[in-house]
């Protein structure tokens, strides 16, 4: 509910969210992410084979392709939904190349397997669950020079 109330470009509330609980689907957008890594002679910052670190529940946002805004709006929804997972105690994490999954064969397949057509595009992953204690120690300082004031 969150990610509805983010701002967006006139108001035009373009982005759409896929909520996703079904495993098996996590699962296929996981190792769909994870080929895209290995396509590009990455590695996955944790070395593990889940670039969703086994989070249950992903949130993606996708963005309609004839919007110029896209990206900005988008990126609006997931950073309320994420906002809104640290104030009920969860975990969340962006994870990039939503953008790329949906542009294979196998992620367009996805998208019309949902009744969404090819008018969208990724914009995020946000994957929601318990953070691992590693996940919650204290954040490095903010660097001092984050801010220019102009007075």
């Known amino acids: 509910k969150a990610g509805t109330y983010a701002p967006t470009g006139r108001n035009s509330q ?30 996955t ?11 249950p529940v992903i949130m993606v946002v996708l963005g309609r ?41 196998e992620g367009k397949a996805l998208l019309l ?6 008018e969208y595009e990724g914009i995020g992953n946000c994957i929601v669950g318990y953070a691992t204690e590693d996940a919650l120690k204290p954040q490095k300082p903010r660097k001092d020079d984050y801010v220019v004031w102009a007075k």
């Open 14 to 43: 373009s982005p759409i969210i896929i909520a996703v609980t079904n495993k098996a689907l996590r699962d296929k957008l996981s190792n769909l992410n994870l080929e895209i890594i290995r396509s590009k002679h990455l590695t």
């Open 65 to 105: 392709k004839d919007v110029p805004t896209r990206e900005y709006d988008g990126s609006q929804v997931m950073e309320n939904m994420m906002l809104a997972a640290h104030s009920l105690g969860l975990g969340s994490c962006w994870i990039h190349r939503a953008k790329e999954m949906f542009e294979t064969e």
């Open 113 to 118: 397997d949902l009744g969404i057509t090819d």
């Open 45 to 55: 910052s944790s070395g593990e084979e889940d670039p969703f670190y086994g989070a």
